[in-house]
């Protein structure tokens, strides 16, 4: 029973082809986020959609987009994948956004770009 | 310097044995502390959850929150095998909303 899946779970891309991460949760939560976890360092959060409400962080690059068509889902596209972007992207819910409420997170996509 | 500091490991104890984690912090607003255990290639799922100071218990875990200090620890007794993941501590205030902070992880090695 799988509340947060993402897919792939690997996936391979070339330096500036544009790729698309996928999110899908059963949880009907209302709140879905995605975090860039780059090898042994802490998972940075780049955006979160509450509802169809979009919030990017400040620091967040312009060649990091997100699209949530339904609350089920929610894509993460990188337009021009660098060397830098290779990492483990975790896509995230939550059933609203009070301080402290509880996210759970997907298994992750590992992005490599050659 | 980082928001979040937390030693990256590897923490290796033999089974049975207590692990002792922790994490210090610099910005003194963060209220809400979690303990995150992260296996590997998986995502991260929420094992603690402390709001302010003092200590939370739950089965072989146990969280503290040290304020004055800056300073949270878990701790994790009679450690088997299974713990063995890396364990990634969390913390938010209250006009962070739901925005957690991340320290980097330790990674924990529970030997037979």
């Known amino acids: 029973d799988a509340m947060v899946i993402q897919n792939p779970r690997y996936q391979v891309t070339q330096f500036g082809k544009p790729v698309t991460l996928s999110c899908s949760q059963t949880l009907n939560h209302n709140v879905m986020y995605w975090y860039q976890q780059k090898s042994s360092q802490a998972p940075k959060l780049l955006f979160h959609y509450y509802d169809k409400d979009f919030n990017n962080e400040a620091d967040t690059p312009d060649n990091f987009q997100s699209r949530r068509p339904n609350t089920s889902f929610c894509f993460l596209d990188i337009r021009s994948p660098g060397l830098g972007d290779a990492a483990m992207y975790l896509c995230?819910?939550?059933?609203?956004?009070?301080?402290?409420?509880?996210?759970?997170f997907g298994p992750g996509t590992r992005l490599t770009v050659t | 310097q980082k928001e979040v500091e937390q030693d990256p490991g590897p923490l290796s104890v033999p089974e049975g044995a207590i692990v002792s984690l922790n994490c210090t912090y610099s910005n003194s607003a963060f209220q809400y502390f979690m303990w995150y255990r992260q296996y590997s290639r998986k995502g991260p799922e929420l094992l603690m959850y402390?709001?302010?100071?003092g200590n939370k218990e739950d089965g072989r875990f146990t969280a503290q929150v040290d304020k004055s200090s800056k300073y949270i620890s878990l701790f994790i007794r009679d450690s088997q095998p299974s713990d063995s993941a890396t364990y990634l501590c969390?913390?938010?205030?209250?006009?962070?909303?739901?925005?957690?902070?991340f320290g980097g992880g330790t990674r924990v090695l529970v030997k037979p």
């Open positions: 995230a819910t939550s059933r609203g956004l009070t301080v402290g409420e509880e996210q759970y």
């Open positions: 969390a913390m938010t205030f209250g006009a962070a909303g739901n925005k957690l902070t």
């Open positions: 402390t709001y302010s100071s």
